[in-house]
Nanobody, 125 residues
Framework: QLQASGGGLVQAGGSLRLACVAS????????MGWFRQAPGKERELVAA???????NYPNSVKDRFTISRDNAKSALYLQMSNLKPEDTAIYYC?????????????????????WGQGTLVTVSS
């Protein structure tokens, strides 16, 4: 089970750090990702990390967002900086529990089968 937190209201140019804590399983064993969904839009990837620590970001957030994990705490993080109004969305953490120990980075939402409840990020202009 995944529990996301850390969302909130921030001004453009500000920063937030999202956290996702896994219970009942070791987060280090699975490919993980952060997705977001804005009203009327499809869910999209913002960051993914493989079991080996390789990362992937879309161009829209590259150099602004950083995904990381703390295996000892079974936690996944998303550090977001220089936030823009278009970053406003509900952010979800996800795990691909079917790809345990896989070194592959998964970028499609359909490739993930375990999802947190979402945390709202609102960026004001």
């Amino acid at each position: 089970q995944l529990q996301a937190s850390g969302g909130g209201l921030v001004q453009a140019g500000g920063s937030l750090r999202l956290a996702c804590v896994a219970s009942g399983s070791a987060i280090s064993s699975f490919p993980m990702g952060w997705f977001r969904q804005a009203p009327g839009k499809e869910r999209e990837l913002v960051a993914a990390i493989s079991v080996l620590g390789s990362t992937n970001y879309p161009n829209s957030v590259k150099d602004r967002f950083t995904i990381s994990r703390d295996n000892a705490k079974s936690a996944l993080y998303l550090q977001m900086s220089n936030l823009k109004p278009e970053d406003t969305a509900i952010y979800y953490c996800a795990a691909n529990s079917r790809a345990r120990f896989s070194g592959t980075i998964y970028v499609g939402p359909g490739e993930y089968n375990s999802w947190g409840q979402g945390t709202l990020v609102t960026v004001s202009s």
